[in-house]
């Protein structure tokens, strides 16, 4: 039995063994841990709670169980009540890291229980209350993978080892069948997978095993340098035999790695056989040998640019020298620490015109935007669809056309969207225009006709509606033939068929996976004597699909970095690969190698990256302390540095800039500890400064191909932009100006969700409790109690519909826990004076502002005549939680100086949460600072510009996502 960490993995071993073997030898077993422990699963899982036709849910449908299970939690420190769902893809890292450590939700209840109760202090009990907040979230989930028969992915290995332990006999039989088991990357085994390997191997322990600790990039999953320092340990009497000759790298390269390793990764660890300097001629005796002959000419490069801009035009002045010189596109790879850095990059390439691919998620790709744009048309009433409908060579419309509907949908007071399925053109539209608009009517009545899921919609549409796919299939095979006569493969168009054929994939998998859950409802409802109603429309479903789609590119699964080869599909076939350059994380090079790498960005802060906090951090006790913390932080940043250098085979260019941003940076510390290994001559180092005439911020710059949206006509604003300057559109300005342009000037309006109702109902339910209250003349017992305030709320949140949501249950819940404490404090302070959402204007940076103030407590009769007004800032909040001063807390501080010139300013906040007060303080430097980027927003505004703020976390859960170029 041969166990490795990934499919690629297993299938070199299984190509390399085919071709080893004689052709009578039976061959081995060749397998992930993972597809192994399903196999196992697939034969023996009924003994374990599962189905014979169990499913291993992907981390996506994790996320929509515990949104299922929402009702049922009781979140405090994980609640969210604008994202309800915030925390979901953390928890469930949590759950998969608890199962990389075979810890049940009971055994995770303990843990958070013995925290609490050793707890020395309030940051330490806080701790322990998150621990056994996601226990109780852990053991609902974990509940509901058992009654539906199933299992995730993490658990496939847990319920293995429970199985093998549980079951004697079952552990016996696998021992019998696999009496000798090697493991590939035996760095990457987390406890889960070391536990089952100790199992399958018994008392014979015939293990063979190869890794690199160096090479230990695992760590948010359980794999640790340690395990390979461990292994004697585990097996003890096991030989260990060091492999010292590397059969990829040039020498260089190789002195590069060692000089690293022993600085870096290996310190102190034995310091006789580490090496001290360079020789003359630049070669370093160390422990690791390499079987290539060197180069005369050196092939270390180190470049210093001026700023980011600069290092951007260095690589792609590189990157065409070696290609003058003979390497193909295909040899070279950037690799990056960050995905935002492998964006920038690659659209730094696009715009220079080098054929590139980046290892990113589907949802990501403009033409797969364009696409879906089919799906907002039948899916959301707005059109938004529209913006890039007019993309498509099918139905293409000007950005005046679209301008011109946009108008047309305000002055009939119509949603756009309606007008656009109904084919109501204006009569204003080009005649071009018209016959667009007449093409996607037909095609979208068609589809929502015919279709009857979202796949069978997405294929209608692209083989059918139009000839997208027909036209792919033909040119690639005209360039299958052309490359046989010619020998030359030209595959710019591959990605597009690729990513069209992969997304159909991914809509037969949601569609699937909706069939299995509606038979799930089936079945229960058949067991309680009921039926279900009858399958969503058309519209439902793919509303279902966006939401789906939405979640995806949240938690990162839509096939970005190293989930799926498919855009890089060459290296699992046979078919020769097309010649363009490779961007990537370092993380998504594991397992490959390059002619020629570049490892830009190689500064501080970026390289290594800082440690973040973790939401979600392990319990006590549940892993190793050397797992966790800032030295394990810092040993995953230096194997990971190492697995970006030893990928490089001929060439290794780095480079870092002395500019991030607007701040100055410095080179990263591991650039010392690698260039030991060499001498100065052995070393090429370049400036790359002046090559652009002024720093260019790439995400700033737009696709290549004209995009209509990016700016209005100035026609069309001054038909529709407001009239007055609301605090609420400078706020949503400062957080994305493209976002402000899509929901204030297009007019994209989305449907109100559960947040927004909930919101309502507690002002409701405020302004009814005042009102009351006022009717009771101040007298208690003629007031409402704290139960009927509740039901006030309760029938507010009804009446708006509520219920209907999900989550609904977080805020019927919370919204009883905030009408009571309304309530408490209204009859405490016996006020009936308040102001809720005072309306008033302000004067600020040359310009009337108008701006609501949540609530305004004004001076009471009977009262001292100098007591103060105060301006009450409403908003939901953790205990002893602060907010941040923002705009409108310095809105609010200059309308109250207007209102009560020479009055000492009263800004409070109010957490509606726990019923707390606090005031809010703004130093002259805070104010001054909030003045100024109000000043910046004003002029923005005013000069029409739009530009977005691409954000690796808010832009998935960007209404408009699926629209923005950016």
């Not at 300097?277 to 210093?304: C, F, K, M, P, W």
């Not at 342009?741 to 559960?754: C, K, L, P």
Request: some cysteine; charged content about 25%.
């Amino acid at each position: 039995l041969a166990l490795t960490f990934s499919r690629k993995a297993a299938q070199e071993m299984q190509e390399r063994l085919a071709l080893s073997l004689q052709h009578n030898t039976p061959n081995p077993t060749v397998s992930t841990f993972h597809a192994f422990c399903s196999e196992m699963l697939r034969t023996y899982g009924g003994l374990v709670g599962l189905r014979p036709d169990f499913t291993v849910i992907d981390e996506t449908e994790g996320y929509f169980l515990l949104r299922q299970l929402a009702g049922e939690m009781q979140l405090y420190h994980y609640r969210n009540l604008q994202a309800p769902a915030y925390y979901f893809p953390d928890i469930l890292k949590a759950i998969s890291r608890a199962k990389d450590e075979l810890v049940t939700p009971e055994q995770y209840r303990q843990l958070g229980q013995r925290m609490l109760e050793s707890a020395p202090d309030e940051e330490a009990q806080l701790s322990a209350q998150k621990a056994l907040e996601v226990a109780a979230i852990y053991s609902l989930y974990q509940d509901a993978l058992y009654a539906r028969g199933d299992t995730d992915f993490g658990g496939l290995i847990m319920l293995a080892v429970q199985l093998l332990q549980a079951f004697p006999e079952v552990l016996y039989e696998q021992q019998q069948r696999f009496q000798h088991i090697l493991v590939d990357e035996f760095q990457d085994i987390n406890r889960a997978s070391g536990v089952l390997l100790r199992l399958l191997a018994g008392e014979e322990r015939n293990v063979w095993v190869v890794g690199d600790a160096n090479q230990a990039i695992y760590g948010f999953r359980g794999a640790s340098p340690a395990n390979i320092a461990n292994f004697q340990q585990d097996f003890p009497g096991a030989v260990v035999l060091p492999l010292s000759r590397n059969y990829r790298s040039r020498p260089d390269i190789v002195h590069l790695a060692e000089s690293f390793r022993w600085r870096q990764l290996e310190v102190g660890m034995d310091t006789e056989a580490a090496p001290d300097h360079a020789s003359s001629n630049g070669d370093v005796q160390t422990g690791v040998q390499t079987a290539r002959s060197t180069h005369a000419e050196t092939y270390i490069t180190l470049a210093q640019a001026e700023d980011a801009a600069n290092e951007f035009a260095g690589l792609i002045a590189d990157i065409r020298y070696k290609h003058a010189q003979g390497y193909a596109y295909r040899d070279m790879a950037i690799l990056c620490r960050t995905r935002a850095w492998v964006r920038k990059i690659t659209r730094a390439l696009t715009l220079a015109g080098l054929p590139v691919i980046e290892k990113r998620g589907i949802l990501s790709q403009q033409h797969i935007k364009d696409l879906l744009s089919i799906v907002l048309l039948l899916a959301d009433p707005s059109g938004m669809g529209i913006l890039r409908a007019a993309r498509k060579d099918e139905h293409p419309f000007s950005q005046s056309d679209i301008e011109i509907l946009l108008l047309a949908a305000r002055e009939q007071r119509r949603p756009l969207g309606e007008l656009i399925f109904n084919d109501d053109a204006p009569l204003r539209m080009s005649i071009e225009g018209r016959h667009a608009l007449s093409h996607l009517a037909k095609i979208l009545q068609s589809l929502a006709r015919f279709s009857s899921n979202a796949w069978s919609l997405l294929a209608q549409y692209l083989f059918v509606e139009t000839s997208i796919m027909r036209d792919l299939l033909i040119n690639a095979e005209n360039r299958l033939e052309s490359a046989a006569a010619t020998g030359a493969v030209n595959s710019q168009e591959a990605p597009l068929l690729s990513d069209y054929l992969a997304f159909l994939q991914l809509a037969r998998r949601y569609d699937q996976q909706q069939e299995a859950l509606r038979q799930r409802l089936e079945r229960a409802a058949e067991e309680r004597g009921e039926q279900i109603g009858p399958p969503p429309k058309i519209q439902e479903q793919l509303k279902g699909f966006l939401d789906y789609l939405n979640v995806l590119a949240r938690l990162g699964q839509d096939g970005g970095d190293n989930r799926d080869n498919r855009r890089q599909g060459v290296e699992e076939n046979d078919v020769e690969e097309p010649d363009i350059i490779r961007v990537m994380t370092v993380h998504a090079s594991k397992g490959l190698e390059f002619p020629v790498v570049y490892l830009p960005g190689l500064i501080q802060r970026n390289f290594p990256l800082q440690t973040k906090g973790n939401p979600v951090p392990t319990p006590v006790g549940m892993v190793p302390a050397a797992s966790e913390g800032k030295a394990a932080h810092e040993s995953g940043e230096s194997c990971l540095f190492y697995v970006g250098v030893t990928r490089a085979r001929d060439h290794l260019v780095l480079s870092y800039s002395e500019r991030n941003g607007k701040q100055k940076a410095r080179a990263t510390s591991y650039l010392e500890a690698l260039l030991a290994g060499l001498t100065e001559e052995r070393i090429t180092r370049l400036q790359w400064r002046g090559m652009v005439e002024e720093a260019i911020d790439v995400d700033e710059q737009e696709e290549d191909r004209p995009f209509p949206s990016s700016q209005p006509s100035q026609d069309f604003l001054k038909a529709v932009k407001p009239t007055t300057l609301k605090s609420s559109n400078i706020e949503t300005y400062q957080r994305c100006p493209r976002k402000y342009m899509y929901s204030t000037i297009y007019g994209f309006r989305n449907e109100e969700d559960a947040y927004q109702l909930f919101w309502q109902a507690i002002q409701k339910t405020l302004e009814a409790l005042q009102k009351r209250l006022a009717e009771a003349n101040g007298q208690e017992a003629n007031a409402l109690t704290a139960e009927e305030a509740q039901n006030l709320y309760s029938q507010h949140w009804q009446e708006l519909g509520g219920p209907a949501f999900p989550f609904a249950a977080l805020y019927e819940r919370h919204g009883h826990e905030v009408a009571a404490l309304l309530h408490s404090k209204l009859l405490a302070s016996g006020d009936t004076n308040w102001q809720l959402r005072s309306e008033l204007t302000v004067e600020a940076a040359g310009k009337t502002i108008h701006l609501t103030v949540d609530r305004v407590e004004a001076s009471e009769p009977g009262k001292p005549a100098d007591t103060p007004d105060r301006f009450v800032r409403t908003r939901f909040a953790k205990r002893k939680e602060k907010p941040a001063a923002g705009t409108r807390e310095l809105l609010y501080a200059q309308a109250y100086r207007q209102l009560h010139a020479g009055q000492p300013l009263e800004l409070h906040f109010y957490n509606l949460s726990t019923g707390e007060t606090f005031p809010i303080s703004l130093t002259v430097k805070k104010e001054q600072s909030l003045y100024d980027e109000l000043e910046q927003c004003i002029q923005g505004l005013e000069r029409d510009e739009f530009p977005a703020k691409p954000d690796s976390f808010q832009c998935p859960i960007c209404p408009f996502f699926l629209i923005c170029p950016a």
